[in-house]
């Protein structure tokens, strides 16, 4: 089984639409993050949490949620889809060691039409 | 504005050949990580480097951290088509924060 893993792992919702991304990981770490990949950008990260009670934005917040439900649960929420947030959306966890590894899901691919 | 700059973006050459993509910052780093992702999959960490002017070779990849801890670089030799993907860097910086800041991607193909 993946150490991270997404769910769903496609999805295409209409504009206006509230929609979830969940993630969920075995890897017993304390930091998760959500990050979003565009072409030419890279990965931007949408929002973090170090622990269960630590949730922080990130530098393209606007426009999502997110919810840590557990140590091994995060999940993103866009409250009212919109076209330009159609993107792949990536989960990830790390140690809290300085300078340890992140560990990806496979992502979500969303389509907001 | 991009707080990492990977140069070049696209690199399609042919099987044998070498390469280097740069990695690039105004900004100093705790340390560097170079991650590959493949189609359809989340990227995965290739090294990290932490000393400035530190050296690190993973079979053909070479990956150096500059002095200043403010760019790196990767150097593929003789690169096969099994070396296709894109390639990410990553830096943390020196902050309570381990948060992670990435490039573009060089997204590099190999022909055989």
């Known amino acids: 089984d993946a150490d991270v893993t997404q769910t769903p792992r496609n999805r295409i919702t209409k504009t206006g639409k509230r929609i979830m991304l969940e993630c969920s990981q075995t890897?017993?770490?304390?930091?998760m993050y959500w990050y979003r990949q565009d072409p030419g950008l890279g990965l931007r990260l949408i929002y973090y949490s170090f622990d269960v009670k630590d949730i922080n934005k990130g530098e393209i917040s606007d426009g999502y949620s997110v919810s840590r439900q557990a140590q091994a649960k995060f999940s993103l929420s866009l409250e009212s889809a919109i076209p330009n947030q159609t993107a792949l959306y990536f989960c990830a966890t790390s140690g809290t060691g300085t300078n340890t590894e992140a560990f990806f899901g496979q992502g979500t691919r969303l389509t907001v039409v | 504005t991009q707080l990492l700059e990977q140069s070049p973006q696209f690199l399609s050459i042919q099987e044998g050949e070498n390469l280097t993509v740069y990695c690039n910052s105004s900004s100093v780093f705790s340390s560097l990580q170079w991650y590959r992702q493949e189609p359809g999959e989340g990227p995965v960490l290739l090294v990290t480097v932490v000393t400035g002017g530190e050296v690190k070779k993973l079979k053909r990849l070479t990956f150096q951290f500059g002095d200043a801890r403010k760019d790196s670089s990767l150097h593929i030799t003789a690169a096969q088509p099994g070396d296709t993907g894109l390639y990410l860097c990553a830096g943390a910086r020196f902050q309570g924060a381990q948060k992670l800041v990435f490039g573009q991607g060089t997204r590099l193909t190999i022909n055989p």
């Open positions: 890897k017993g770490h304390d930091r």
